[in-house]
């Protein structure tokens, strides 16, 4: 097994991070929307929100938040 440089384990921990992070901007950012039309327009609205609904959302983001830490930790932490 080989072992890695310290630089080499930060800069994995950061690439995690960031491609984590576009996955879960790709994941939140795409929406979805509908209009309903009447024949009275005061009954025609239209709704829109994200595709994995709000708590995806903040499951998503959540589950981001807790890697990031995590990296960070892991990161920072000092070896001997």
Same mark, same amino acid.
């Given at each position: 097994?080989?072992?890695?440089?310290?630089?080499?384990?930060?800069?994995?921990?950061?690439?995690?991070?960031? &491609?984590?992070?576009?996955?879960?901007?790709? /994941?939140?950012?795409?929406?979805? =929307? %509908?209009?309903?039309?009447?024949?009275?327009?005061?009954?025609?609205?239209?709704?829109?929100?994200?595709?994995?609904?709000?708590?995806? &959302?903040?499951?998503?983001?959540?589950?981001? /938040?807790?890697?990031?830490?995590? =990296? %960070?930790?892991?990161?920072?932490?000092?070896?001997?």
């Amino acid at each position: 097994m080989a072992v890695e440089g310290r630089g080499g384990v930060r800069w994995g921990w950061v690439a995690l991070i960031l &491609v984590s992070g576009l996955l879960a901007v790709l /994941l939140t950012g795409v929406t979805r =929307g %509908a209009c309903y039309d009447s024949s009275d327009p005061a009954l025609s609205y239209c709704e829109s929100g994200p595709v994995i609904g709000v708590a995806g &959302v903040w499951i998503v983001w959540t589950l981001w /938040l807790g890697l990031a830490v995590l =990296g %960070a930790v892991r990161m920072l932490r000092r070896r001997p």
